[in-house]
């Protein structure tokens, strides 16, 4: 079996930055792709950021200068650092990877985190 756990989330207010974190533990034997998606009220989930083992980065248009997905493999641990936030950030973040499990590879998703703009 295999968890995610995310951190980080928070209010803050127009212009400030969160660092959000997302540790997997349980039954690893390698771990893929990594990502960050987000569902806000009565929207669809959609992708933030993802970055593959290799280290290259994936980033939807509404975020690209704004935020910076990262991941330390020997922690099994997925980063997002968001700056300049807009209330239009505000949103569920959801961590996901794909994790080989034995001879197994699926994704597994977070709990969520809530992270409010507001002022």
């Known amino acids: 079996q295999v968890q995610l756990v995310e951190s980080g989330g928070g209010l803050v207010q127009p212009g400030g930055s969160l660092r959000l974190s997302c540790a997997a533990s349980?039954?690893?034997?390698?771990?893929?792709?990594m990502g960050w998606y987000r569902r806000a009220p009565g929207n669809q989930r959609e992708l933030v950021a993802d970055?593959?083992?290799?280290?290259?980065?994936n980033y939807a248009d509404s975020v690209k200068g704004r935020f910076t997905i990262s991941r330390d493999n020997a922690k099994n641990t997925v980063y997002l650092q968001m700056n300049s936030l807009k209330p239009e950030d505000t949103a569920v973040y959801y961590c996901?990877?794909?994790?080989?499990?034995?001879?197994?590879?699926?994704?597994?998703w977070g709990q969520g985190t809530q992270v409010t703009v507001s002022s």
């Open positions: 349980g039954s690893i034997v390698r771990i893929n792709t």
């Open positions: 996901k990877a794909k994790v080989q499990t034995g001879y197994i590879s699926r994704d597994y």
């Open positions: 970055i593959t083992s290799g280290g290259s980065t």
